[in-house]
Nanobody
């Protein structure tokens, strides 16, 4: 059974960068669509990015487009989210998820990580 673990979150100043990791175990990530989602306090979960086929296909929310980049290392069964030029409004818990359909809808993602906190503050 597929399990996902996020890491790489932390505290960063506005304009700084972080790279989040989503490490899989139990099964290969290769067949799956990988979504990154985030949830800020008091707000609904929102999609950040979608990726499949070693990032040959990738989509980004308007709020992060041009600043965030998703990539995949099949050799270690890990997907990454590179976050540059971070803003305070990026503060949230970030989750990775695996599913079978290239869609922003959470219902298509069957496997979720535990989340990692990203805080952007001066």
């Amino acid at each position: 059974q597929l399990q996902l673990v996020e890491s790489g979150g932390g505290l960063v100043q506005p304009g700084g960068s972080l790279r989040l990791s989503c490490a899989a175990s139990g099964s290969s990530l290769e067949p799956y669509v990988i979504g990154w989602f985030r949830q800020a306090p008091g707000k609904e979960r929102e999609g950040v990015s979608l990726e499949k086929s070693s990032a040959h296909f990738a989509s980004y929310a308007d709020s992060v487009k041009g600043r965030f980049t998703v990539s995949r290392h099949n050799s270690n069964n890990t997907v990454y989210l590179q976050m540059d030029n971070l803003k305070p409004e990026d503060t949230a818990i970030y989750y990775c998820a695996a599913g079978t359909t290239y869609s922003w809808a959470s219902k298509w993602f069957n496997y979720w990580g535990q989340g990692t906190q990203v805080t952007v503050s001066s």
